[in-house]
Structures are given as C-alpha cells and as structure tokens.
C-alpha cells in the first residue's frame, strides 16, 4: 500500500528519505539554511541506533563520511555554500579514492559569507569538480519537496552504483517551504549489496588486504587510473541523464532552468499560456552529467533559448556548450539571494520574443 | 620447537624506504608485534597520514584507509563508528597531527573516540624536506627556521607538548609518551602501545602513544648522531611515561580478550 502524503519542510523530507536509504552514518556541522536537516539527523539516527556526530568544523565532517563510507557504509553529510567550500578537499579524496557517499547542499547566496538567502551560484563549484584534481561527480537538482525526498534517495543507490560521491544541489528555498511528499520505503541495511574493496571484515573471508587510497606517485599508473574512471563518467553521461521538458515541442522560446528557479520559469510558462504565447520549460535534474544531447537536439530544431539562474550566468555556459553556435542562447538571472518574480521572467522572454506584455 | 622471535607476521617481509636511522621502521615493527600478539591482523584498520610514512600500507599487512593531511582523526572516527569490534589506528606526524590537524586530534580525542593514535614526533617536516614542525624545539633550525626557532622576535611560537596538552580533555583516557632511541625505551614504547590497543578493544576511550623518534636526514646528521640530539634535546622538554592513565584497572579482562583473540 502506498504511504499517505505527509507535509514536510525540505530539509525534513531529505533526512528522512536518507533514513529510509540506509545511511548508517550522518556527519554535519551547523549553517543556515540547512540547520533542520543536521537537526532531523541527530533525532532520527540516534533513535534508530545509527551514527550521528556534530562535528568540530566541515572539514571534519566530510572526513568522517569518508572514513565510514570507507568501510562501505552509507554515509552523508550536509551543509550550505560556505561549508560545502570546505568541504571541496575532502570531496577530491573521495573522488580520487572511489569512495560513495552522498553530500546535500541546500545553497545559499555568495561569494564569502554572502547571505543566507536562496542562491544559484555554486554550480560551477558543483559541476566541474570543485576540489583539485580531473574528477566528476554526479550532481542532482531538486525542485520540489517530493523530488528532493526522491532524489536523495535515489543518490545512495548511485553513489554505490559507480563508487563515487553524489551531490544533492538544492538551496534555500527548497530546504526550507513545506510541501506534500510519499516518501519512499525503508530499505533493510543488512541487504544493500556488499563492497569488497571496503576497508574492514577481512577476518569473515580472509580475503587480500584492501587500501582505500587516492595516492599513486607513479605518474603513469595515476594516469591509467584516472583514465579508467573517466571511462566510467562516459558512462554516466549515457546513462545517468535527467531533465524533464513542458512544452518545448510547440514553444518558440524554452526556458532553461533547473529547482527554484525552474519554478518560476514555469509560473511564466503558466502566464504566458493563457495569453495565447507558446513558452517552453527545460529542467535539468541532472546537472552532471549535463543534458547536453538533448539541448543539442532542440537547438537543431532552431529554437531559442532563455536560461533564467538565481546567479550570474553559470548553468548558461553549458548550455552554449551544448548547443555549440547552433541557436541563440540567452541569459535573465538574479544573485544575491534575490528570487526572480514569475512577471519579470516573463517580461524578458516577451521582451526576446518581440511581444509587450499584458498588464 | 616453538619460534620464539621472528618477523612480525602483520608486517610484510620487505625493506621500507625510510632513510638510514629512521625511527618509523621500529615502530612500525612495535605495532605489528602488538597486533599479532593480540591475534588482530585480519580486524584491524590503519589511517595511512601524509607525510613519510604515507608508505605505511606498503608495510602494513592489514587494511588501510588514507586521509587527507591532519583530517585522519576525523576519517578514523568515521572508521570506528562503523566498525566497533576492529582495532583501529591512527598514525600520524607532528605535521599531520600538531599543525594542519590541531583541530580534529583535540575534538576526537574530546569525543573520546575509540581508536589509538601512534603520534610520531621527530620535531620537523620529513617529506617536505625540513620545515618547522609544532613541536620544532626552540633554536633547533628548520629550513623555514633558518636561524633556529625563535619564539619571540620571529613569532615562531613554542613546541607544543601533545600529550599534555590533550590530559585536559575528558575524553582521553590513556596519553603516554616513549621514544626509540635505546632498547629500554623500545620495550616501554611497545608496553604503551600493547596497553593502549588493549584499552581500544575493551571499548575505553581515547589513548594516543607518542614516540619520540629521530629524522638524521633533516636534522642533518648522522644516526648515531641523531639519537644522541635525541637525548640530549628532546628527551629533558617531551617527558617519558605515562603522561595520563585513567584506564580501568582491566588487567584481567584485558588478558582474557588476548587469550580469546589467539583461539
């Protein structure tokens, strides 16, 4: 029987979603506007006998889900801009160690302390590995409560899937509104599949020992392996692609936007609609890998395009990547914490379109 | 007839590459000792620091995981949390655990995590090349203290004395300091390090063993050299013993477990 829809705030829902994931570990440091989600984590891992530690500083805390994911638990940590920052060292390792694990960061405004208002502006930091080194890591864009829930649930299980990190890249505004959500079923942790080459349990195989490590001083053997993990990412970018489209087929402009700010794309979409103008919405879920197949295909179809961002233009870089010269692409964006209203989106992409809005 | 000495098992058969009088050969071997004596090779779990013995799971015939530089208390919680019933060490360099990862040793050992840190102090930067270290003493020259450390006029602040300063933290229970410089002082470290790992496996909380150890080549000297610079200067400021012991007095539990491990 399905579970009946329960009100939660964002933060809540992802918490809960991670529970019901098998994460046996939750390590998190305080910052608004994620403070319910650490919170939600110190009730409900302790009361279902789990791990949750306050830690001394992000940094810390991403070291603590490195080292339990090590041992093949399912660990998360959580954070907001500034601390997903620190955490970017601690990420690397991970990456360059093929350790899982899942991070959410309910964003926030920037640079340097910025505010604490809904922000946009760390997908670059997001998408193109914001640590050193050549890595990726899958990231996913919520737009609602439910979708959050699901996406974080669905994280673990592709963290596990391709030994790496996974982002949930939600911001204020999602970890804060209250919506609707069925969250999905508890998953029994003693049946999540097994991880060999974790740290721990040899005694139960006597298996050869196993070195969770990202250190190669041999430059080409650490060529060959960072090699063989973008074999992996070619993989991923075929098969781990998300978006979802409204109306892009019939529109003449198609907005691309991705959780909050698609939101108000799509209230314009709604407006625009009812006065008879044909607008189109492009949601990326996945931010990396990227949608760029599909943005190629319609920029082929010589559509234009509006990328509306609670930034300064950062998502719109790939999707010139992705359309390649082949269409117009134009950029609206707020900073600043600064939600952009559904009239003005909507004038912009009249004004584009040559047509005066109704008042 | 039965072998009374030999090889450590949990110790892999091979030359390190650790410089003419380096004192991490000894106490690699000290920790290998210890864990075959309690019969943990295939339950135990190394932190891997960075510096020189980020070779360690080159020698170390167990599983290891390796952190970033200083966060190896933070990564060895997150070990132990998950794996309560294994032995879980630390290693780490004044470097590593003094410097750049003050603030995870403090709040771990605070927290009174149960893993043992084997805290190796040779006052200066090995791999680097001969920095200032935290515990660098007061006119000892670094390469980043070329007139030798100066607390005052060049703010180079004073050696910091670990164990010491970790006593004050409720959560540690067991802080000793041995040094490696003679066989005396090599069969004391190893009884720190035994009664430490005994602590660990009976769920007490935080022990760190610190090991004074020489580095010749970045003190620029010979090895005889070394452990004399050993003595003389290192010994009368990081006292020998047992700095903090608060541990149950388990004697009895402790040599059942090790009975019990062996079978």
Known sequence: MAEEKRLMKGNEAIGEAAVRAGCRAYFGYPITPQNELTAFMAKNMIDTKRTFIQAESEVAAINMVYGAAATGARAMTSSSSPGISLKQEGISYACGADVPCVIVNVARSGPGLGGISPGQGDYFQSTRGGGHGDYFHIVLAPKSVQEAADLTYEAFDLSDKWRMPVMILADGLIGQMMEGVVLPPPRDIAALPRKPWAAGHQADTHRPINHVTSINLVPLELEASVRKRYERYGEIRKSEVRFEEVNVEKADLIFVAYGTSSRVCLGALEMAKKAGVQLGLFRPISLWPFPEKRIAELAAKGKRFLAVEMSMGQMVEDVRLAANGKADIQFYGRCGGVIPSEEEVLAEAYRLLGRKLDK | ?263
Request: charged residues 20%.
């Open chain 2, 1 to 263: 007839m039965e072998l009374a000495y030999g090889h450590p098992k949990s110790l892999k058969p091979i030359q390190t590459k650790y410089c003419p009088g380096c004192g991490h050969g000894v106490i690699h071997r000290l920790i290998c000792e210890v864990i075959d004596e309690l019969g943990l090779q295939e339950r135990s779990v190394i932190m891997n620091p960075v510096g020189c013995s980020i070779w360690a799971d080159l020698y170390f015939d167990f599983d290891s995981v390796q952190p970033p530089h200083g966060r190896t208390p933070a990564a060895a919680t997150g070990v132990k949390r998950m794996l309560p019933d294994h032995l879980v060490i630390c290693y780490q360099g004044d470097g590593d655990l003094a410097a750049i990862g003050t603030a995870e040793i403090v709040h771990a050992a605070n927290r009174g995590e149960k893993f043992t840190t084997i805290f190796v102090n040779n006052a200066i930067y090995g791999m680097t090349g001969g920095q200032m270290a935290p515990t660098t003493l007061v006119g000892q020259k670094a390469t980043t203290a070329p007139y030798g450390r100066d607390p005052i006029e060049a703010g180079m602040g004073y050696p910091i004395q670990v164990c010491e300063m970790l006593a004050t933290l409720g959560g540690t229970k067991y802080l000793a300091r041995g040094s490696v410089n003679n066989a005396v002082n090599i069969r004391k470290t190893k009884q720190y390090i035994k009664k430490a790992f005994e602590a660990q496996m009976r769920g007490e909380g935080f022990s760190l063993v610190e090991v004074l150890s020489p580095c010749p080549t970045n003190w620029q000297m010979g090895a005889a050299e070394s452990v004399g610079w050993l003595e003389e200067n290192m010994v009368p400021f990081y006292k020998l013993g047992e700095i903090k012991n608060t541990l149950e007095a388990a004697t009895p539990a402790a040599t059942h477990q090790t009975q019990e491990a062996k079978r």
